[in-house]
């Protein structure tokens, strides 16, 4: 079974600094990645995905991440945090092998606090 | 905004009604995805359809059931409601069917069973 594991609950960075959001995960054949982001009584927004190639991936909002394989990573970094990036992050994997469907599996979100 | 919208915004019911959510799928986009998201259990997938059938499968209860009509949009019905109901529900969409589709999800349902 795919599993997907967002190991801290909440990230707390200060403005202009880096930040990271890590993910690791679990998948039968090649990883399919997603990152998104919700923002307070709002849906997911999509941010970027991995499927194939360049391990770094650029997305939405200055946000990118890079895909480890042997490290079977996913993490989310911004080279500088604004205070609205302020919000819950979630690390999803669908797996590619079997017939059928692959169902998205979402790890349980990170709580980032960008603190002016 | 992703393109996809969801009615209503907000739902309060008491325990034991049945209720039905509805999902339009951005244009063009011939799946749609059903997810529950409360405290407790996090985002869990509930249901797909692609094109007007069942795709797939997830953590859905037997007494919620869904549909997807030939103009695409889907709901979602939920009926002999519990207490434990009470979550947000979210629509996403996606072009098609594959691993590798980007869903957009729409700002969701909030469920209150009193």
């Known amino acids: 079974a795919q599993s997907v594991a967002q190991p801290e609950d909440q990230v707390n960075v200060a403005e202009g600094n880096p930040l990271t959001v890590k993910c690791t995960y679990s998948v039968s054949g090649n990883p399919y990645l997603f990152w998104y982001v919700q923002y307070p009584n709002r849906g997911l927004q999509f941010l970027l995905k991995y499927i194939t190639g360049d391990n770094l991936v650029k997305g939405s909002y200055g946000f990118e991440a890079e895909f480890n394989k042997s490290q079977t990573s996913f993490h989310l970094k911004k080279p500088s945090a604004l205070v609205s990036d302020s919000a819950l992050y979630f690390c999803a994997v669908r797996g590619s092998i079997g017939g059928g469907y692959q169902k998205v599996t979402f790890g349980t979100g990170t709580k980032l606090q960008v603190i002016p | 905004d992703s393109g996809v919208t969801q009615t209503p915004k907000h739902l309060i019911t008491a325990t034991g009604q049945r209720v039905t959510l509805r999902c339009s799928p951005r244009s063009g986009d011939l799946s749609v995805y059903w997810y529950q998201q409360s405290l407790d259990q996090g985002l869990q997938f509930l249901i797909q359809y692609y094109n007007g059938e069942e795709r797939a499968k997830g953590n859905i209860l037997e007494r919620f059931s869904a549909q997807q009509f030939p103009d695409l949009h889907s709901e979602l019905n939920l009926s002999s409601l519990e207490l434990g109901d009470s979550a947000l529900y979210f629509c996403?969409?996606?072009?098609?069917?594959?691993?590798?589709?980007?869903?957009?999800f729409g700002p969701g349902t909030r469920l209150t069973v009193l």
């Open positions: 996403a969409s996606s072009a098609y069917s594959g691993s590798t589709d980007t869903q957009y």
